[in-house]
């Protein structure tokens, strides 16, 4: 008679047992208490530039201003709500398993987001015209004229920190994680650019509050290649806590994004 306790069986052959095959996948790709990761992010999306506005004038806002500030001209000083509204990030992450099903994770991001907006006024600035996109702009100085009305490009570059909590659903090849947290977001620079209709591009660094707090919600699907590496998509919705602007009206817009993550497994 075969003696049964005398038969082995290697992983590779009893890999071929589909429960024990699930066991291998959880217990090597994420499942120990304390295994860190790091990887790099990019996403995309958009956002209503005025979304969460408390106050302020209708699209396209008026002002009145001293008529020896502008050029004779029959049109009244117009610029319009910024709008169609984009982002893109991309960054380096790093995390840890800190419980059987939580995690913590953290990064570095760099943000762009624009906005397009129309304007009649510009600002003589030497040798070339400047395209004017907000009123507070007008405030100090005499050299402005009422043109006809042009299309400009903004751009609002920021470095984010985000932290976030994630509460593992689902853990094996594949992976669902739902994400909360917030991120510390600091303005580096904003640049006006109406170079299409030939007006020089500059950068300003004024009317957008230094440091921001964005509220984080998402979720982050996972399927893991080999015991190391793992590749995630990571759709997500940004909330402005605080409002960007420092005066005039308080703006809160909200984020659409979709992400791709790659990450590498270090233990």
Known sequence: M??????SFSDPELSMVPW??????????????????????MAGGSFNPTGGVSSGNSDEASISLNEDSFS??????????????????????????????????????LVDRSTTNTSNIAQNAGSAL?????FSE?????????????????????ISVPVQAGYILFDRKFGITLLGGVSNDLFLKKSI???NNGFQEYD????????NITGLLGTELGYHIGSHYL???????????????????????????????????LK
Do not use: C, H, M
């Not at 400047?130 to 907000?134: H, K």
């Not at 007008?138 to 920021?158: A, E, H, P």
């Not at 998509?233 to 791709?260: D, H, Y």
């Open 2 to 7: 075969v003696e049964l306790d005398s038969f």
């Open 20 to 41: 024990y095959s699930g066991a291998i996948v959880n217990n090597t790709k994420g499942g120990e208490f304390g295994r860190l990761w790091a990887g790099l992010g």
């Open 72 to 109: 004779q001209s029959v049109q009244s000083p117009l610029i319009g709500k910024e709008e169609n509204g984009r982002v893109i990030n991309i960054g380096a992450n790093f995390g840890a398993r800190i419980a059987p099903k939580w995690i913590l994770q953290s990064g570095i991001v």
């Open 130 to 134: 400047r395209a004017v996109n907000d």
């Open 138 to 158: 007008l405030s100090n100085t005499s050299d402005l004229s009422v043109v006809g009305t042009y299309d400009i490009d903004n751009s609002y570059r920021f």
């Open 193 to 195: 650019d109406g170079e």
């Open 204 to 211: 300003v660094d004024e009317g957008i509050r230094t440091y």
């Open 231 to 265: 590749i995630a998509l990571t759709p997500q919705i940004r909330q402005a806590i605080n409002s960007t602007t420092i005066s005039g009206e308080k703006v809160r817009p909200t984020f659409f994004e979709l992400g791709f993550r790659f990450k590498y497994l």
